[in-house]
């Protein structure tokens, strides 16, 4: 029985066929699962997710939606995003930690020119 359009199983076969990576002969990626998943045959678990967004050098956040359209529909993935808070990209999640890491202790809240300074440094730089 085939688990849904098998996007997901299209996905990860670009990725690994993109990936310079060499997988383990342990790995998650040489199993007889993987497999089955990439046929669209059985769903990727939730909690292996991480660890192939991880082997494969993609958005791991990208990844669990992918995956979790396996188990809900788009309305309930919806939900859980709003109970959730909003997601963010890993570029998103290095500029908060630089943003945390610079500071000392709690953040307060940006003032007009800390927004002005960090709208300039996220502005793509234009070659001249």
């Known amino acids: 029985m085939r688990i849904g359009e098998n996007e997901i199983g299209a996905f990860l076969a670009e990725r690994l066929s993109e990936t310079a990576n060499v997988v383990g002969e342990g790995s998650f990626l040489n199993s007889k699962i993987f497999e089955v998943i990439l046929r669209g045959d059985a769903r990727l678990p939730l909690d292996r997710v991480e660890e192939v967004a991880l082997t494969l050098g993609c958005d791991a956040r990208q990844l669990f939606r992918l995956a979790m359209r396996?188990?809900?529909?788009?309305?309930?993935?919806?939900?859980?995003?709003?109970?959730?808070?909003?997601?963010?990209?890993?570029?998103?999640?290095?500029?908060?930690?630089?943003?945390?890491?610079?500071?000392e202790g709690?953040?307060?809240e940006p003032s007009a020119t800390a927004k002005r300074l960090v709208r300039a440094l996220a502005k793509p730089q234009v070659a001249a």
């Open 70 to 103: 396996q188990f809900y529909d788009e309305e309930s993935i919806c939900l859980f995003e709003r109970m959730l808070g909003t997601p963010i990209t890993n570029e998103e999640q290095k500029w908060l930690n630089v943003i945390r890491s610079a500071a």
């Open 106 to 108: 709690p953040v307060s």
